[in-house]
Protein backbone atom coordinates (compact mmCIF):
# COMPACT_ATOMS: atom_id res chain seq x y z
CA UNK A 1 0.00 0.00 0.00
CA UNK A 2 0.85 3.85 -0.63
CA UNK A 3 1.67 5.32 3.05
CA UNK A 4 3.68 8.81 4.49
CA UNK A 5 6.55 6.82 6.36
CA UNK A 6 9.51 8.03 8.32
CA UNK A 7 12.44 5.08 9.05
CA UNK A 8 14.12 7.23 11.58
CA UNK A 9 13.78 10.73 13.77
CA UNK A 10 14.13 13.72 12.26
CA UNK A 11 12.72 16.99 10.63
CA UNK A 12 10.47 16.74 7.82
CA UNK A 13 13.54 15.72 5.59
CA UNK A 14 12.73 12.34 7.28
CA UNK A 15 9.22 11.61 6.20
CA UNK A 16 8.65 9.97 2.34
CA UNK A 17 5.35 8.91 0.82
CA UNK A 18 6.24 5.15 -0.05
CA UNK A 19 5.41 1.37 -0.64
CA UNK A 20 5.53 -0.72 2.39
CA UNK A 21 3.40 -4.08 2.51
CA UNK A 22 -0.19 -3.76 3.25
CA UNK A 23 -0.87 -5.02 6.97
CA UNK A 24 -3.04 -8.03 7.74
CA UNK A 25 -5.77 -8.01 10.46
CA UNK A 26 -5.39 -10.74 12.80
CA UNK A 27 -7.13 -11.74 15.99
CA UNK A 28 -10.01 -9.48 17.08
CA UNK A 29 -8.66 -6.85 14.27
CA UNK A 30 -9.91 -5.57 11.23
CA UNK A 31 -8.26 -3.27 8.50
CA UNK A 32 -9.80 -0.20 7.36
CA UNK A 33 -9.79 1.79 4.05
CA UNK A 34 -8.79 4.80 4.93
CA UNK A 35 -10.84 7.80 3.60
CA UNK A 36 -9.68 10.55 5.80
CA UNK A 37 -7.13 11.11 8.51
CA UNK A 38 -6.32 14.36 10.31
CA UNK A 39 -2.80 15.82 10.96
CA UNK A 40 -2.04 16.87 14.77
CA UNK A 41 0.48 18.36 16.84
CA UNK A 42 1.23 15.28 17.99
CA UNK A 43 2.49 13.97 14.70
CA UNK A 44 5.63 16.43 14.39
CA UNK A 45 6.47 14.84 18.31
CA UNK A 46 6.06 11.38 17.09
CA UNK A 47 8.53 11.68 14.15
CA UNK A 48 11.28 14.04 16.35
CA UNK A 49 10.90 11.55 18.55
CA UNK A 50 9.45 11.99 22.28
CA UNK A 51 11.72 10.99 25.60
CA UNK A 52 9.83 7.82 27.57
CA UNK A 53 8.21 6.97 23.96
CA UNK A 54 9.39 4.15 21.95
CA UNK A 55 8.69 4.48 18.51
CA UNK A 56 8.52 0.86 16.41
CA UNK A 57 10.64 1.93 13.30
CA UNK A 58 9.50 2.47 10.24
CA UNK A 59 6.41 4.30 11.59
CA UNK A 60 3.32 5.52 9.62
CA UNK A 61 2.01 8.50 11.89
CA UNK A 62 -1.49 9.66 11.72
CA UNK A 63 -3.52 9.17 14.47
CA UNK A 64 -7.17 10.32 13.41
CA UNK A 65 -8.30 7.72 11.20
CA UNK A 66 -11.95 7.28 9.23
CA UNK A 67 -13.23 5.25 6.54
CA UNK A 68 -14.78 1.72 5.93
CA UNK A 69 -14.28 -1.74 6.84
CA UNK A 70 -12.20 -3.74 4.35
CA UNK A 71 -11.37 -7.08 5.99
CA UNK A 72 -12.47 -8.45 9.44
CA UNK A 73 -9.73 -10.47 11.42
CA UNK A 74 -10.90 -13.75 12.78
CA UNK A 75 -12.81 -13.58 15.74
CA UNK A 76 -14.45 -10.21 14.74
CA UNK A 77 -18.30 -9.85 15.48
CA UNK A 78 -20.83 -7.31 15.10
CA UNK A 79 -19.06 -5.27 12.54
CA UNK A 80 -19.07 -6.06 8.42
CA UNK A 81 -16.91 -5.08 5.41
CA UNK A 82 -18.28 -1.80 4.28
CA UNK A 83 -19.41 0.05 7.79
CA UNK A 84 -18.39 3.07 7.93
CA UNK A 85 -16.18 3.74 11.16
CA UNK A 86 -14.14 6.10 13.08
CA UNK A 87 -10.99 4.72 14.99
CA UNK A 88 -10.54 5.78 18.49
CA UNK A 89 -6.47 5.87 18.16
CA UNK A 90 -5.95 4.16 21.91
CA UNK A 91 -6.21 0.67 22.74
CA UNK A 92 -5.26 -0.99 26.30
CA UNK A 93 -3.57 -3.94 25.29
CA UNK A 94 -4.17 -7.41 27.59
CA UNK A 95 -1.05 -6.26 29.36
CA UNK A 96 -1.98 -3.11 30.61
CA UNK A 97 -0.09 -0.89 28.32
CA UNK A 98 -1.72 2.08 26.25
CA UNK A 99 -0.90 1.83 22.29
CA UNK A 100 -1.88 4.54 20.19
CA UNK A 101 -1.79 4.41 16.11
CA UNK A 102 0.59 6.96 14.48
CA UNK A 103 2.76 6.70 17.62
CA UNK A 104 3.25 3.32 18.75
CA UNK A 105 1.66 1.42 16.13
CA UNK A 106 0.79 2.16 12.14
CA UNK A 107 -1.34 4.74 11.60
CA UNK A 108 -3.72 6.30 9.25
CA UNK A 109 -1.56 8.57 6.21
CA UNK A 110 -2.30 5.29 4.25
CA UNK A 111 -4.14 3.50 2.07
CA UNK A 112 -5.08 0.90 5.39
CA UNK A 113 -4.78 0.63 8.86
CA UNK A 114 -5.42 -2.36 11.04
CA UNK A 115 -6.76 -1.91 14.22
CA UNK A 116 -8.69 -3.83 16.99
CA UNK A 117 -12.19 -3.89 16.53
CA UNK A 118 -12.57 -2.41 19.89
CA UNK A 119 -11.22 0.68 18.45
CA UNK A 120 -13.80 1.27 16.25
CA UNK A 121 -16.53 3.73 15.90
CA UNK A 122 -20.03 3.35 13.88
CA UNK A 123 -20.63 6.82 11.92
CA UNK A 124 -23.71 8.15 11.56
CA UNK A 125 -24.26 8.64 7.48
CA UNK A 126 -24.78 12.38 7.81
CA UNK A 127 -21.33 12.35 9.39
CA UNK A 128 -18.49 12.46 6.57
CA UNK A 129 -14.66 10.69 6.90
CA UNK A 130 -13.11 14.23 6.88
CA UNK A 131 -15.18 15.64 9.45
CA UNK A 132 -14.91 12.33 11.54
CA UNK A 133 -11.50 12.39 11.31
CA UNK A 134 -11.10 15.86 13.17
CA UNK A 135 -12.53 14.64 16.26
CA UNK A 136 -10.16 12.07 18.51
CA UNK A 137 -7.36 13.71 19.48
CA UNK A 138 -7.95 17.51 19.15
CA UNK A 139 -11.40 17.83 19.40
CA UNK A 140 -11.92 14.91 22.11
CA UNK A 141 -9.18 16.41 24.07
CA UNK A 142 -10.39 19.43 23.82
CA UNK A 143 -14.20 18.51 24.64
CA UNK A 144 -12.41 16.69 28.16
CA UNK A 145 -10.63 20.17 29.04
CA UNK A 146 -12.96 22.52 28.38
CA UNK A 147 -16.16 20.18 29.76
CA UNK A 148 -14.96 17.50 32.17
CA UNK A 149 -12.18 18.81 33.53
CA UNK A 150 -12.54 22.31 33.05
CA UNK A 151 -16.25 23.32 33.48
CA UNK A 152 -16.54 26.08 30.86
CA UNK A 153 -20.16 27.33 31.53
CA UNK A 154 -22.78 29.78 29.73
CA UNK A 155 -21.88 33.50 31.31
CA UNK A 156 -17.92 32.48 31.61
CA UNK A 157 -15.49 34.87 29.91
CA UNK A 158 -12.45 32.16 28.25
CA UNK A 159 -9.41 33.18 26.98
CA UNK A 160 -8.21 30.65 24.20
CA UNK A 161 -4.50 30.64 23.43
CA UNK A 162 -3.11 29.28 20.56
CA UNK A 163 -6.59 29.33 19.02
CA UNK A 164 -6.17 28.98 15.52
CA UNK A 165 -5.16 25.23 15.19
CA UNK A 166 -7.14 22.16 15.90
CA UNK A 167 -7.26 21.80 19.65
CA UNK A 168 -7.86 25.68 19.74
CA UNK A 169 -10.49 25.86 17.13
CA UNK A 170 -12.59 23.23 19.40
CA UNK A 171 -12.19 25.23 22.49
CA UNK A 172 -13.78 28.18 20.83
CA UNK A 173 -16.73 25.99 19.71
CA UNK A 174 -17.14 24.66 21.94
CA UNK A 175 -17.22 27.28 24.67
CA UNK A 176 -19.51 29.46 22.23
CA UNK A 177 -21.83 26.52 22.33
CA UNK A 178 -22.48 26.76 25.92
CA UNK A 179 -22.76 30.32 25.85
CA UNK A 180 -19.20 31.39 27.50
CA UNK A 181 -18.02 34.67 25.86
CA UNK A 182 -14.68 33.87 24.23
CA UNK A 183 -11.47 35.63 23.90
CA UNK A 184 -8.91 34.01 21.50
CA UNK A 185 -5.57 34.62 20.62
CA UNK A 186 -3.48 33.56 17.57
CA UNK A 187 -0.51 34.11 16.05
CA UNK A 188 -1.73 36.89 12.73
CA UNK A 189 -4.84 39.00 11.65
CA UNK A 190 -6.03 36.57 9.06
CA UNK A 191 -6.39 34.02 12.05
CA UNK A 192 -7.75 36.39 13.90
CA UNK A 193 -10.05 37.06 11.38
CA UNK A 194 -10.96 33.72 11.08
CA UNK A 195 -11.54 33.18 14.70
CA UNK A 196 -13.88 36.25 14.60
CA UNK A 197 -16.31 34.57 11.62
CA UNK A 198 -15.90 31.41 13.90
CA UNK A 199 -17.49 33.11 16.57
CA UNK A 200 -15.13 34.40 18.69
CA UNK A 201 -16.44 38.11 20.66
CA UNK A 202 -13.13 39.47 20.83
CA UNK A 203 -9.59 38.17 19.30
CA UNK A 204 -5.81 39.07 19.92
CA UNK A 205 -2.97 38.71 17.94
CA UNK A 206 0.17 37.82 20.35
CA UNK A 207 2.47 38.24 17.43
CA UNK A 208 2.27 42.34 18.02
CA UNK A 209 0.62 42.13 21.07
CA UNK A 210 1.67 41.46 24.72
CA UNK A 211 -1.41 39.64 26.03
CA UNK A 212 -0.86 39.83 29.92
CA UNK A 213 -1.33 43.71 29.11
CA UNK A 214 -4.15 43.22 26.68
CA UNK A 215 -5.97 41.92 29.53
CA UNK A 216 -5.41 44.21 31.98
CA UNK A 217 -6.65 46.81 29.31
CA UNK A 218 -9.55 44.70 28.86
CA UNK A 219 -10.49 43.61 32.23
CA UNK A 220 -8.53 45.65 34.65
CA UNK A 221 -6.36 44.89 37.66
CA UNK A 222 -6.18 41.38 39.31
CA UNK A 223 -6.73 43.20 42.19
CA UNK A 224 -9.85 44.89 41.46
CA UNK A 225 -11.27 41.90 39.41
CA UNK A 226 -9.38 41.85 36.60
CA UNK A 227 -8.51 38.97 34.41
CA UNK A 228 -11.06 35.69 32.49
CA UNK A 229 -12.96 33.07 34.79
CA UNK A 230 -10.68 30.61 31.88
CA UNK A 231 -7.65 30.84 30.17
CA UNK A 232 -6.44 27.57 28.19
CA UNK A 233 -3.01 27.69 27.66
CA UNK A 234 -1.61 24.29 25.52
CA UNK A 235 1.63 26.16 24.31
CA UNK A 236 3.74 26.71 27.38
CA UNK A 237 7.04 27.67 26.98
CA UNK A 238 7.13 32.05 27.27
CA UNK A 239 4.00 31.82 26.80
CA UNK A 240 3.08 30.16 30.25
CA UNK A 241 4.42 32.95 32.63
CA UNK A 242 2.07 35.90 30.47
CA UNK A 243 -1.12 33.13 31.27
CA UNK A 244 -0.47 32.80 35.31
CA UNK A 245 -0.84 36.75 34.80
CA UNK A 246 -4.56 36.49 33.17
CA UNK A 247 -6.94 34.56 35.38
CA UNK A 248 -8.99 35.81 37.27
CA UNK A 249 -9.46 35.35 41.03
CA UNK A 250 -10.63 32.13 41.49
CA UNK A 251 -10.46 31.30 37.94
CA UNK A 252 -8.90 28.34 36.28
CA UNK A 253 -5.92 27.72 34.08
CA UNK A 254 -5.82 24.76 31.85
CA UNK A 255 -3.72 22.76 30.06
CA UNK A 256 -3.31 20.23 27.65
CA UNK A 257 -0.10 20.36 25.96
CA UNK A 258 3.15 21.91 25.60
CA UNK A 259 4.01 23.24 21.92
CA UNK A 260 6.91 25.81 22.31
CA UNK A 261 8.25 23.77 26.13
CA UNK A 262 7.04 21.65 28.66
CA UNK A 263 9.14 23.55 31.64
CA UNK A 264 8.54 27.12 31.95
CA UNK A 265 9.46 29.59 34.56
CA UNK A 266 6.27 29.34 37.04
CA UNK A 267 5.94 32.41 39.43
CA UNK A 268 3.82 31.12 42.02
CA UNK A 269 2.88 34.26 43.51
CA UNK A 270 0.24 34.58 41.18
CA UNK A 271 -1.20 31.08 41.69
CA UNK A 272 -2.00 31.81 45.00
CA UNK A 273 -2.59 35.44 45.01
CA UNK A 274 -5.40 34.99 42.72
CA UNK A 275 -6.48 31.60 44.09
CA UNK A 276 -6.71 29.79 40.90
CA UNK A 277 -6.90 26.01 39.94
CA UNK A 278 -4.39 24.67 37.21
CA UNK A 279 -5.96 21.60 36.21
CA UNK A 280 -4.52 19.32 33.30
CA UNK A 281 -6.63 17.52 31.03
CA UNK A 282 -4.88 14.86 29.24
CA UNK A 283 -6.51 12.82 25.89
CA UNK A 284 -10.00 11.39 25.60
CA UNK A 285 -12.54 8.72 26.60
CA UNK A 286 -15.01 7.07 24.34
CA UNK A 287 -17.71 8.78 26.00
CA UNK A 288 -16.14 12.37 24.47
CA UNK A 289 -15.84 10.58 21.16
CA UNK A 290 -19.17 9.05 21.61
CA UNK A 291 -20.50 12.64 22.22
CA UNK A 292 -18.52 14.49 19.64
CA UNK A 293 -19.74 12.08 16.90
CA UNK A 294 -23.47 12.83 18.27
CA UNK A 295 -22.90 16.68 18.21
CA UNK A 296 -21.89 16.49 14.58
CA UNK A 297 -24.71 14.34 13.34
CA UNK A 298 -27.56 16.98 14.49
CA UNK A 299 -25.82 20.06 13.35
CA UNK A 300 -24.49 21.15 16.37
CA UNK A 301 -20.82 21.31 15.90
CA UNK A 302 -18.93 21.54 12.54
CA UNK A 303 -15.34 20.84 12.55
CA UNK A 304 -13.06 23.49 10.83
CA UNK A 305 -11.27 22.00 8.23
CA UNK A 306 -8.36 24.15 6.74
CA UNK A 307 -7.95 21.91 3.30
CA UNK A 308 -8.28 18.30 1.89
CA UNK A 309 -5.12 16.93 0.17
CA UNK A 310 -4.44 13.52 -1.29
CA UNK A 311 -2.24 11.25 0.29
CA UNK A 312 0.93 11.74 -1.77
CA UNK A 313 1.19 15.30 -0.67
CA UNK A 314 1.15 14.28 3.26
CA UNK A 315 4.71 15.55 3.90
CA UNK A 316 3.76 19.06 2.22
CA UNK A 317 0.18 18.90 4.79
CA UNK A 318 2.93 18.25 7.53
CA UNK A 319 4.99 21.13 6.46
CA UNK A 320 2.01 23.25 6.37
CA UNK A 321 1.32 22.39 9.96
CA UNK A 322 4.56 22.84 11.15
CA UNK A 323 4.75 25.87 9.06
CA UNK A 324 1.19 27.31 10.96
CA UNK A 325 0.34 27.75 7.47
CA UNK A 326 -3.11 26.39 8.32
CA UNK A 327 -6.43 27.30 10.26
CA UNK A 328 -8.51 24.73 12.15
CA UNK A 329 -7.35 20.87 10.62
CA UNK A 330 -5.81 19.67 7.70
CA UNK A 331 -7.07 16.66 6.32
CA UNK A 332 -5.25 13.92 4.37
CA UNK A 333 -7.56 11.71 2.13
CA UNK A 334 -5.94 8.71 0.91
N1 LIG B 1 -2.49 15.79 26.18
C1 LIG B 1 -3.14 15.39 25.10
O1 LIG B 1 -3.78 14.35 25.10
C2 LIG B 1 -3.11 16.24 23.87
C3 LIG B 1 -4.03 16.00 22.84
C4 LIG B 1 -4.04 16.85 21.72
C5 LIG B 1 -3.10 17.88 21.63
N2 LIG B 1 -2.21 18.06 22.62
C6 LIG B 1 -1.22 19.14 22.52
O2 LIG B 1 -1.89 20.37 22.32
C7 LIG B 1 -1.10 21.24 21.51
C8 LIG B 1 -1.91 21.72 20.31
O3 LIG B 1 -2.16 20.61 19.46
P1 LIG B 1 -2.84 20.82 18.04
O4 LIG B 1 -2.84 19.51 17.35
O5 LIG B 1 -4.09 21.60 18.18
O6 LIG B 1 -1.76 21.73 17.34
P2 LIG B 1 -1.90 22.63 16.04
O7 LIG B 1 -3.16 22.24 15.33
O8 LIG B 1 -0.58 22.56 15.35
O9 LIG B 1 -2.14 24.10 16.63
C9 LIG B 1 -1.25 24.68 17.54
C10 LIG B 1 -1.31 26.18 17.33
O10 LIG B 1 -0.53 26.74 18.38
C11 LIG B 1 0.04 27.95 17.91
N3 LIG B 1 1.44 28.00 18.34
C12 LIG B 1 1.93 28.83 19.28
N4 LIG B 1 3.23 28.65 19.47
C13 LIG B 1 3.59 27.65 18.65
C14 LIG B 1 4.83 27.00 18.39
N5 LIG B 1 5.97 27.34 19.04
N6 LIG B 1 4.85 26.01 17.46
C15 LIG B 1 3.73 25.66 16.81
N7 LIG B 1 2.52 26.24 17.01
C16 LIG B 1 2.46 27.24 17.93
C17 LIG B 1 -0.13 27.99 16.40
O11 LIG B 1 -1.10 28.97 16.11
P3 LIG B 1 -0.69 30.46 15.61
O12 LIG B 1 -0.02 30.29 14.27
O13 LIG B 1 -1.98 31.16 15.54
O14 LIG B 1 0.24 30.99 16.65
C18 LIG B 1 -0.66 26.62 16.04
O15 LIG B 1 -1.59 26.69 14.99
C19 LIG B 1 0.13 20.42 21.13
O16 LIG B 1 1.18 20.72 22.02
C20 LIG B 1 -0.32 18.99 21.31
O17 LIG B 1 0.74 18.09 21.54
C21 LIG B 1 -2.20 17.27 23.74
Redesign the pocket.
Known amino acids: MKAILFDEHGDLGVLRHGEIDTPEPGLGEVRVAVEACSL???DV?TRRGMPGIKTPLPMIPGCDAAGTIDSLGPGVTGWEQGARVLVDPVVWTAEGKIQMIGDTQWGGYAEYVVVSADQLIALPDNVSTAAASCLP??YG?AHRMMFTRGGVKEGETVFVL?A?????TCCVLLAKMVGAKVVAA???AE?CAALEALGADLTVD?SQTDIARFTKEQTGSLFSGGGWDVVVN??G?DTWPQTLKMVKMGGRLLT?????GFDPATDIRFIWTAEMDIRGS??WKREDLDALVAMVADGRLTPVIDREMPLHEGVEAMRL?ED?EFFGKIVITP
Open positions: NYHFVATGSGGVGAGSKYFTGCGATANGLR
